[in-house]
């Protein structure tokens, strides 16, 4: 079995910094392609970033230059830093990795609100 665990999510105020984290655990022999996602309310559930296991990114065009997808491979682990956080980035966050022998795997969802 295997498991992703989120974490680093909460309030900030507007123009602040916060940075997730997603652990995967288990018997994982190699996870290809790790990514972020998240959903607002009442708004369907959108990728935010993506990376590869050779480190090739790709973000939504509402995040470019603002968060930075990376991972640690030895760690299992991705990370989303999200800088000039807006009010409409609030949404759980959701990570999912892409696991040989396992398929795609999702974890329980993190909540970030971005508010004054």
């Known amino acids: 079995q295997v498991q992703l665990v989120e974490s680093g999510g909460g309030l900030v105020q507007p123009g602040g910094s916060l940075r997730l984290s997603c652990a995967a655990s288990?018997?994982?022999?190699?996870?290809?392609?790790m990514g972020w996602y998240r959903q607002a309310p009442g708004k369907q559930r959108e990728l935010v970033a993506a990376i590869t296991s050779v480190g090739s990114t790709g973000y939504a065009d509402s995040v470019k230059g603002r968060f930075t997808i990376s991972r640690d491979n030895a760690k299992n682990t991705v990370y989303l830093l999200m800088n000039s956080l807006k009010p409409e980035d609030t949404a759980v966050y959701y990570c999912?990795?892409?696991?040989?022998?396992?398929?795609?795997?999702w974890g329980q969802g993190t909540q970030v609100t971005v508010s004054s």
């Open positions: 288990g018997s994982i022999f190699r996870i290809y392609v």
């Open positions: 999912n990795a892409d696991i040989e022998g396992w398929g795609l795997r």
